[in-house]
């Protein structure tokens, strides 16, 4: 093994264990390893930026716009319209669900797929009277299964169609694989697999949010209330019998007394940190008359915010319109004029690792952070102090016109029953003849990929499908970053020899195999990995290695590397293999455990299925 050898091998593992430890984004962990290679010479200076204009990491964003102009145009919406027709019976559910959340993800991101059909399988649950983990692992791992069938699918086949010698995949020459091991996951999972997915406890409730566990809530004894002066028992005692409502903590002021007696006596403005959820939280304060702390004002407040704006004068600052503007917003809250909704957290979220406080969500947003759920343990602590985790569920409130885009620039998806988006006619049309329009240039090779993606993109723009603001929120820039990153260290491995090292070492202990056991050992392998690190990531690191073991062994390059393609799409045994993985953890109630008991029956299917496929076509 060579110095540089020996280099690139202790960046590639410290990176990799750097994605597994996940504490620190995988974009800026792919950044540092990119400077690793460049400051220890692996990669010359001209070419170390060379990724962020690489076609593959273009070919991502512009299908990323294109996803979000298809979801603006209200095309899928139209498509997850018709679920709402389909009846209570579980197998016809999950085979409607899978089946068209794996079509949406041929054409677009697989979490804007999920991300649409989410609700709608939260509401069919909801209808249904049964849990919702019945059907949202199945419908995540629907998502990831439909990526597989064309080279716009999922970042890992646009990935993999650059390493092909002599030009790039086309736009379904992943099908016939993608197809068949797609068609075999929904079979398998329809008929057998979604029993295995745990069943949690069941909603007894048809209300509007769908609950899906216990809050810790803040709640203010308001001024005036019958409670100011009285006990905590009485409080209790006069809401209802037996309320679902544990007092956790009484706050007044400064002073915070966990577990009060409920002898003690309350006063105007105390806080309450109570543990509940969404139902008994509701009724509890229809019978007490208490109210949510962050939406709390008292009369006085709103009479000075009145006479302030009506007393401001032409010299008032931009600091005192501001802080008008905030005090209006609050009487409007006072008022309740609010739309209530459970979202969760999406995993690049701006607000993970952040506190309500910090982003100060109310004075920027209008947004009042009712409530915090996190699968595992509760969260006894003030809400305005709560750091965010992805897959976190909030209860939040805002002002109806305005809280869906809100929810939207945050980063988060919302879980209850909503509006769906469903686009003029024309713009249905309109979008879903640019789509097709490109993929036409692409098969009939007038375009490249590329090419034809990114004018697709701009034509979303122009026809005004979406604004030019919209479209680079639509891009998920930790991913160009990761590719763009990533692709100078996988080709280090290439220059320096790495790659045919371990192809070597690989050759020693598999000479004796066959083509067959080849394939299977580069794809399962590909999937251990894709279940741990992210799924491009695996693919590049993968495919060097693929490759120079392919051309030791005289076996098909386009084998091996669809191989590789399956195995860094296919990650169904970790929460945390897939983002799609991540979002329906909080949800379907599950725990980091319950993933493997689908997932690997999953895996075994989409083995024995692929492993043939590839080679009756490319071998």
Not at 5 to 16: A, D, E, K, P, R
Not at 129 to 140: D, E, F, H, K, T
Not at 274 to 298: C, H, K, M, P, R
Not at 588 to 604: I, K, Q, S
């Amino acid at each position: 093994m060579s110095i540089e050898q020996g280099i690139v091998f202790s960046v590639l593992g410290i990176t990799l264990a750097m994605f597994v430890w996940n504490r620190l984004r995988f974009d800026v962990v792919a950044m540092l390893a990119l400077l690793a290679v460049a400051i220890t010479g692996l990669v010359p200076t001209e070419e170390l930026f060379a990724g962020f204009g690489h076609p593959a990491v273009i070919t991502v964003a512009a299908v990323l716009v294109i996803s979000q102009g298809l979801v603006n145009g209200g095309v899928v919406d139209n498509i997850a319209r018709l679920l709402g027709k389909i009846s209570h019976r579980p197998t016809l559910q999950v085979l409607t669900l899978t089946s068209v959340v794996a079509l949406c993800s041929g054409f677009i991101n697989n979490v804007g797929a999920l991300a649409l059909l989410m609700p709608v399988a939260i509401w069919m649950s909801r209808e249904a009277g049964r849990s919702p983990s019945l059907l949202l692992m199945p419908l995540a791992f629907g998502s990831l299964l439909g990526g597989t069938m064309t080279l716009i699918g999922t970042p890992p086949n646009i990935i993999i169609a650059s390493y092909r010698e002599g030009g790039t995949f086309g736009l379904f020459d992943f099908a016939p694989v993608g197809v068949a091991i797609t068609l075999a996951g929904i079979a398998f999972i329809t008929l057998i697999g979604w029993r295995f997915t745990p069943r949690r406890e069941e909603s007894s409730t048809n209300g509007k949010l769908f609950s899906v566990g216990e809050y810790v809530t803040e709640l203010r004894i308001p001024a005036d209330s019958p409670h100011a002066g009285s006990t905590l028992h009485n409080l209790l005692t006069e809401s209802g019998d037996e309320p679902d409502v544990v007092v956790l903590a009484l706050i007044r002021g400064e002073q915070r007394q966990a577990v009060p007696s409920t002898y003690k006596v309350m006063h105007e403005g105390d806080v309450l940190l109570v543990e509940a959820d969404t139902t008994s939280l509701q009724a509890f304060l229809d019978n007490t008359g208490l109210e949510l702390a962050y939406q709390a004002i008292d009369d006085q407040e709103a009479e000075n915010a009145s006479e302030k704006n009506n007393d401001s004068t032409v010299a008032a600052t931009r600091d005192e319109e501001n802080e008008e503007d905030d005090k209006a917003a609050s009487v409007r809250i006072a008022k309740g004029e609010l739309h209530l909704v459970e979202a969760v957290i999406a995993p690049e979220s701006s607000l993970v690792g952040q506190t309500a406080n910090r982003l100060q969500l109310r004075e920027r947003y209008q947004l009042n952070i009712v409530a915090v759920a996190r699968l595992g343990y509760r969260l006894k602590r003030r809400l305005g102090d709560i750091r965010f985790n992805a897959g976190d569920i909030l209860l939040v409130q805002g002002f109806e016109d305005s809280l869906g885009g809100t929810l939207a620039e945050l980063g988060c998806l919302p879980l209850a029953e909503r509006g769906l988006r469903l686009g003029s006619p024309r713009n249905t049309v309109m979008a879903s003849g640019i789509f097709l329009a490109s993929v036409v240039a692409i098969v009939a090779g007038l375009l490249s990929a590329p090419v034809a993606l990114v004018a697709g993109a701009v034509a979303m723009v122009v026809v005004k499908l979406m604004s030019a603001a919209e479209a680079y929120k639509a891009i998920d820039w930790s991913v160009v970053v990761l590719l763009a990153a990533m692709i100078p260290v996988g080709q280090a491995m290439e220059t320096t020899g790495g790659a045919e090292l371990i192809a070597a070492q690989m050759l020693v202990l598999g000479e004796n195999l066959s083509v067959v056991s080849v394939l299977v050992m580069i794809l399962v392998s590909t999937t251990l990995l894709s279940n741990v690190v992210n799924n491009a990531a695996a693919a590049i690191v993968v495919a060097p290695i693929a490759l120079s073991l392919a051309s030791e062994l005289q076996i098909p390059s386009d084998a091996v590397l669809m191989a590789v393609a399956v195995g860094a799409s296919c990650a169904f045994m970790t929460p945390i293999g897939h983002q799609s993985n991540a979002l329906v953890m909080e949800p379907g109630g599950y725990e980091f455990a319950d993933y493997w008991r689908l997932g690997l029956p999953l895996t075994v299917v989409v083995t024995v299925v692929a492993v043939p496929v590839i080679m009756l076509v490319w071998t």
